[in-house]
């Protein structure tokens, strides 16, 4: 049973950093693409950032500059560094890991809630 848990979310102040982590139980984890989404309350499901398995990032326009998005595929995790955070990264951070080959798969965390309040 595929399982991905995240942690290292809490309350931080404006300007302030925190880094997440999702450890995934997969196999052939280089075959899945690793995201971050995020969804604030009254408000969709957003991508905040994926990483290939060869390393290929790509980031939402609002986090640009100010998150990264790692992987250390021996340890099947995937991290977050989220760097000068506001108030409008208040959200519940979903780890995300999806491929299309050898078979098509989708698996989401539980979340872990990140706000930022002063």
């Known amino acids: 049973q595929v399982q991905l848990v995240e942690s290292g979310g809490g309350l931080v102040q404006p300007g302030e950093s925190l880094r997440l982590s999702c450890a995934a139980s997969l196999t052939m984890i280089t075959t899945y693409v690793m995201g971050w989404y995020r969804q604030a309350p009254g408000k969709q499901r957003e991508l905040v950032a994926t990483i290939t398995g060869t390393g290929i990032t790509n980031y939402a326009d609002s986090v640009k500059g100010r998150f990264t998005i790692s992987r250390d595929n021996a340890k099947t995790t995937v991290y977050l560094q989220m760097n000068s955070l506001n108030s409008e990264d208040t959200a519940v951070y979903y780890c995300?890991?999806?491929?299309?080959?050898?078979?098509?798969?989708?698996?989401w965390g539980q979340g872990t809630q990140v706000t930022v309040s002063s």
């Open positions: 995300n890991a999806e491929r299309t080959w050898p078979r098509v798969g989708r698996y």
